[in-house]
């Protein structure tokens, strides 16, 4: 059984630790990385834990904002300049992609969202989020968004998706949200149609 090189304990799953060439426990990993380790960008480990400390800060953000529903940036009529050509082009082309997910969404606009702050270097975009980014950012583009309120919009987009996944819908909850802003049609103007 391998040692760790910093504590010495004995440790049942090691690691490799690139900044050390040596072996290390995770606790010393955690505790110690980007303080008394020096730890180097191509470290998987440290990746992964910046993506994973992201998504519990976003999902706080989130959870945190437009809680009143008169503060909602979406009676913003600039804001909606993006906010409705974007979410059309997600219902028109991903609707019927069965792998975007509440889930994936979800995960797609956090990575645009720090992409945007500034802190999206350890982000890599797969092609369907690299298309819908490059969408966002046209949109943007095209009606002068500033960076601060794109990240906004983002985040309300969260909001939406976050409170509405799962349940009695599933995990495409959003898509059929939109389906139902742009069409009237689907799960939830059947749902509503009962109530």
Known sequence: MAKCILCNKKIKFSRKC???????????????????????????????????????????????????????????????????????????????????TDEFVSCCYTKIYYYLDGRGSIYTFNEIEKDIFDEFNRIAEKTKMPIESQKLILLRMMKSVDSMTGGMFGNRMYLELLRNNFTGTGVVAEVMGKM
């Open 18 to 100: 690139p900044a050390l060439n040596e072996i290390i426990c995770s606790t010393c990993c955690g505790s110690k990385k980007e303080s008394e380790i020096q730890c180097t960008n191509n470290c998987n480990y440290l990746v992964e834990g910046q993506i994973k400390e992201n998504k519990k800060q976003i999902m706080q953000l989130v959870k945190e904002s437009f809680n009143n529903e008169f503060e909602d940036i979406y009676q913003d009529e600039k804001i909606l300049r993006l906010v409705a050509p974007f979410e059309q082009f997600m219902f028109e082309k991903y609707y019927n992609h069965k792998d975007v």
